[in-house]
């Protein structure tokens, strides 16, 4: 129904229309460190964080009037992670990796031999993780670490549920068998290491 009064028309608004657009500056603040931590889990050096979690909230301004306020919000963002995350992989892969670079403290007050043995951990579950497949290790690291459901993951990557489930599946036993190879691997030098 449309009222006229002088200059304006009044317009009766729908119980059901569509809710207004997300604000961007909210979604940023609320999700930025949940994206950043999905692209470093995603294999993405420290040193292209920042470029590309801008790059993700890009790419979501500019496909905000596409976001369903129905559904989740972390599950869409992860998608776009994930999208940015495999294009910087196919352009990286160009890129030479340096390694040996220092691994950073998880916090200052625990011992340092704490600290030491947490990063070797995590060093051996981030290669165990790079040696993955990318699809894989996408849908392990949504599931596994940032605990999204599996049809919400299927959904939010355009895949049918079942190939999700069979890729968190082999994604596992992969990331088993990689731990296992590396642990074994690095026992080793140890060993020629004490030997010496």
């Not at 460190?33 to 470029?51: C, F, I, M, P, S």
């Not at 919000?73 to 160009?94: E, K, N, Q, S």
């Not at 299927?154 to 990689?178: D, H, K």
Request: charge should be negative; glycine fraction near 4%.
């Amino acid at each position: 129904m449309t009222e006229s009064t002088g200059f304006f028309q009044v317009h009766d608004v729908e119980p059901d229309a569509s809710p207004t657009r997300p604000d961007l500056r909210v979604i940023f603040e609320e999700h930025f460190d949940h994206v950043w931590n999905t692209l470093r889990r995603l294999g993405v050096h420290q040193a292209d964080l920042e470029d590309l979690a801008h790059e993700v909230f890009l790419r979501v301004h500019a496909r905000l009037d596409d976001f369903d306020a129905a559904r989740p919000i972390r599950p869409w963002l992860c998608g776009f992670a994930l999208r940015v995350a495999a294009d910087h992989r196919r352009l990286a892969r160009h890129r030479i990796e340096v390694f040996g670079s220092p691994v950073e403290a998880l916090d200052p007050v625990p011992p340092a031999d704490e600290r030491i043995h947490a990063g070797e951990r995590r060093a051996l579950v981030e290669a165990a993780l790079a040696a993955l497949d990318f699809d894989r290790r996408a849908i392990l690291v949504l599931h596994d670490v940032d605990e999204i459901p599996v049809p919400e993951i299927a959904r939010g990557l355009g895949i049918p549920l079942n190939t999700a489930y069979s890729r968190l599946r082999v994604a596992r036993e992969e990331l088993a068998a990689a731990l296992k190879r590396l642990s074994l691997s690095r026992s080793r030098r140890i060993e020629e290491v004490c030997r010496d």
